[in-house]
């Protein structure tokens, strides 16, 4: 109770604390407009609304759903997309990994609760300390975001059909822009994966005109040879 | 397009539906090494790398003009300067958006 009393009050563990739900409310509200490119984007290049509306909802991860849209309006084959988008997708295995702990006992808590993890979801809860105040951030971060990562992609895809030209409108432009935005968080702090990175991209450019449609993103996995693993104990500079 | 389209969400939902379940049904049995960890998400970033850059540069096996990589060019600047992403995307596409109006392919 101590411990309790020096905080000048009460906090229980399964009440989110104010400062969580503001935080959680701006990564909702980041991640909405998100969605909003996607659906506009998605619709915009020539997909049905239902496409990416269906596919937030069964696939929920956004990174991999940029990417799969991308080489479909491109024009490549559906494996080629669900190979790239899964790739990206493995990160979520080492997270669920992460939290198994936090999504609870219940066979049904715990089915619903997988589809949930995402890089945010599991940020938030293992950044508290106590196992219910994990849980609680857990479901609070993963219901807000789905809800609104959902509601965003349709609105977005609404708002896309009702776009003419979208040439015109320079959107085919937001797209690459968009992973630019996701992706350089890592690029800016590790020189490692930079420059694995570069050289991807320089065997994708060249795979380009020589194979179809999503077989040079997947060839780029190449560059990776140029990646060494951060030794411990090396500063990660 | 549209067999397509339904294969490739079926199997990308399916696949990273499994994924997600790893830990759930593995709990407490493996422990994924650091070094595969960090693999994985090198991986990622060049996978995305590269989709932005092809995405940026070609169409369809030939080059995509100037336009669309100027777009690209302004919302990368924009994101590396940490600017919000509804600027960024409407920077990218307004940058094409223009050029194409002033008659740049």
Known sequence: MRSLLRTGRVRRPDVPDPELLRDIALVCAAGGVVGLSFGAISVAGGLPVWVPVVMSVVVYAGAAQFSAVGILLAGG??????ATGLLLNTRNAAFSLAVADVLGRGRLTRLVGAHLVTDETAAFALAQRDPVRRRVAFWVSGIGLFTT????????????????????????????????????????????????????????????????????????????LAWRPSTRGRAAA | MTGGVVVATLVLAVGTYALRLTGPLLHGRIEV?????????????????????????????????????????????????????????????????????????
Do not use: I
């Open chain 1, 149 to 224: 990562w959902n509601v965003c992609v349709l609105a977005g895809a609404l708002a896309g059909s009702a776009l003419g030209d979208t040439a015109a409108y320079g959107l085919d432009a937001a797209f690459p822009a968009v992973l630019a935005a996701l992706v350089l968080p890592a690029l800016r702090e590790r020189p490692p994966v930079r420059r694995a990175a570069l050289l991807g991209a320089v065997v994708a450019l060249a795979a380009t005109p020589l194979t179809p449609t999503g077989v040079p993103v997947l060839l780029a996995l190449a560059g990776l």
């Open chain 2, 33 to 105: 090494p650091a070094r595969v960890r960090d693999l994985l998400a090198a991986a990622a970033v060049v996978l995305l790398v590269a989709l932005l850059t092809t995405g940026a540069l070609t169409e369809s096996g030939g080059t995509a003009g100037w336009a669309r990589p100027a777009g690209v060019l302004v919302g990368g600047v924009l994101a590396w300067r940490r600017a919000p992403f509804a600027v960024v995307v409407l920077g990218a596409a307004a940058t094409a958006g223009v050029l194409r109006a002033m008659g740049v392919p």
């Open chain 1, 77 to 82: 084959g559906p494996f080629a997309a669900a």
